[in-house]
Nanobody, 115 residues
Framework: QVQLVESRGGLVQAGGSLRLSCAASGHVNNIDAMGWYRRPPGKQRELVASITTDGSTNYADSAKGRFTISSDTAKNTVYLQMNNLKPDDTAVYYC?????????WGQGTQVTVSS
């Protein structure tokens, strides 16, 4: 089992920046990858970015060039640096951990970008 605790999101103006963090605890040694998903209002949850234990990253097209995912293995923490935020980035952001084929999720944190 893996527990995920996300940092608080917030309200930012368009063009601003925000960094989310997600700390994993429990059986962290068997985590294969971690990532961030989001659910915009009225839409389905979608991948934002992911990172594997060997550091390979994957980004949604909407995140490329603006968002950066990184990890601190010593702290079992993954970060999502979001720059040049747009109103379309407004969503509930969820941390995800893929553990031995299972998905674990954080509680979600609201990010609102005002125009």
């Amino acid at each position: 089992q893996v527990q995920l605790v996300e940092s608080r999101g917030g309200l930012v103006q368009a063009g601003g920046s925000l960094r989310l963090s997600c700390a994993a605890s429990g059986h962290v040694n068997n985590i294969d990858a971690m990532g961030w998903y989001r659910r915009p209002p009225g839409k389905q949850r979608e991948l934002v970015a992911s990172i594997t234990t060997d550091g390979s990253t994957n980004y949604a097209d909407s995140a490329k060039g603006r968002f950066t995912i990184s990890s601190d293995t010593a702290k079992n923490t993954v970060y999502l640096q979001m720059n040049n935020l747009k109103p379309d980035d407004t969503a509930v952001y969820y941390c995800n951990a893929r553990w031995v084929g299972y998905d674990f999720w954080g509680q979600g944190t609201q990010v609102t970008v005002s125009s």
